[in-house]
């Protein structure tokens, strides 16, 4: 695709406003207050953040734009997710809203009274190389639009075996990749279904969390209780505690940097992957086993963001430096999202709202001081 989006979770918005945010004595951003934060895209020159009370617009020459009902084309303020698709059209989530797409002046929005929209409640979004729009449901199943044509897949209708869809990811040969809960994964070649679960392949569990693609398009699945696994098409490999680094088979999150750098992060830490050798980390605090690895990523090797339970960290894959909160003025410990844009700010969503870095100075945006609202980041 040519434009990079990234997708992550954010704050809340309820006020109707547009404003210029100022510096104030560092470089860290930060957007909190008393609602949720689901969703974010970024694209060339906006970070677009849904919330439970409205879509925020962040213009990364320091100007916010708030989106909600109240001013915008939006059914509803309680934003599932974001994505940019190639035509740098918005495609917005809406919790019991259906699907808005917003092309910088115009909005359209898509729900099961005007459209063949099966659910209000659409969870993940991804784009096709086709530009074709594709929704993940929990409870009704997949769908597809090609701007005119809608197409419903569900257990009625198709091979697809779970109609309840976590995660999605679109490899480069155009093949959807499907995570469900209980059923395993579906891949879609946009003609034929195969279904791979723990009864018929060596997928060692039926309940996927995460799901990703690399350059050579292995997929690199995340369990919820058994490990990840790499399939190339044809060879699945199983990395556990038994055979491999990770420090727990209870996988939250997974970043591939390059084939050659693979980021696991699970509930006792987070594991690298080389494609040889594992190195396990528990860096916050090595006498706590427990250390629920929530976000991960980095724009190389050399720079990786770690988001826990239990703070903020940076490093290189050998060495580590924490950030306490009494450094970065960070809200919350409890770092639930992490996204580098293209300038490599990097955006930090905690449970206490949402914190942008760019290196060198810290600046500080919430109710006191903005008109953004929100809190409780999650992924």
């Not at 925020?56 to 939006?74: A, F, P, Q, V």
């Not at 898509?110 to 409640?121: H, K, L, M, R, V």
């Not at 070649?189 to 799901?211: E, F, M």
Request: proline letters at 2%.
């Amino acid at each position: 695709m040519s434009m990079k989006k990234i997708v992550i979770v954010f704050v809340a918005v309820n006020l109707v406003a547009q404003i210029n945010i100022k510096s104030q004595n560092s470089s860290w951003d930060y957007f909190s207050a008393n609602r949720k934060v689901n969703s974010i895209a970024i694209e060339d020159s906006s970070a677009w953040v849904g919330t439970n009370a409205g879509l925020l617009e962040y213009r990364l020459s320091d100007t916010m734009i708030i989106y909600n009902k109240l001013n915008s084309g939006l059914p509803q303020n309680y934003i599932n997710s974001i994505i940019i698709d190639n035509m740098n059209k918005k495609w917005i989530s809406v919790y019991d809203g259906g699907t808005s797409s917003y092309d910088g002046t115009s909005w359209i929005n898509y729900n099961t009274e005007n459209s063949y929209i099966p659910d209000n409640n659409i969870k993940v979004l991804a784009t096709d190389k086709e530009n074709n729009k594709w929704f993940g449901s929990y409870g009704f199943g997949l769908v597809k639009f090609n701007g005119i044509k809608w197409t419903v897949y569900n257990t009625s209708n198709s091979s697809i075996p779970d109609d309840h869809i976590p995660c999605l990811t679109i490899d480069s040969n155009n093949n959807k990749w499907i995570g469900t809960i209980s059923y395993g994964i579906a891949k879609y070649d946009d003609t034929h279904w195969t279904i791979y679960n723990k009864d018929n392949s060596q997928l060692p569990d039926n309940d996927i969390a995460c799901i990703s693609s690399d350059t050579k398009n292995n997929i690199w699945i995340g369990t919820s209780y058994y490990g990840v696994v790499c399939f190339n098409g044809s060879n699945w490999i199983l990395y556990n505690t038994s055979n491999s680094g990770i420090p727990s088979n209870h996988i939250y999150s997974l970043k591939i940097i390059s084939d050659s750098c693979i980021y696991i992060g699970t509930d006792r830490g987070f594991a690298i992957f080389d494609g040889d050798t594992w190195q396990s980390h528990n860096i916050f605090d090595p006498t706590n086993r427990y250390e629920t690895i929530f976000a991960i990523d980095a724009k190389s090797e050399n720079s990786v963001w770690i988001g826990s339970l239990s703070g903020l960290a940076f490093g290189n894959g050998y060495s580590w430096s924490i950030l306490p909160t009494t450094y970065t003025g960070l809200q919350d410990d409890e770092i639930r999202s992490i996204c580098i844009d293209k300038n490599n700010k990097k955006w930090i969503g905690t449970m206490n709202g949402i914190a942008v870095y760019n290196d060198s100075i810290w600046i500080k945006y919430d109710h006191s001081n903005s008109d953004f609202r929100g809190y409780f980041i999650i992924v």
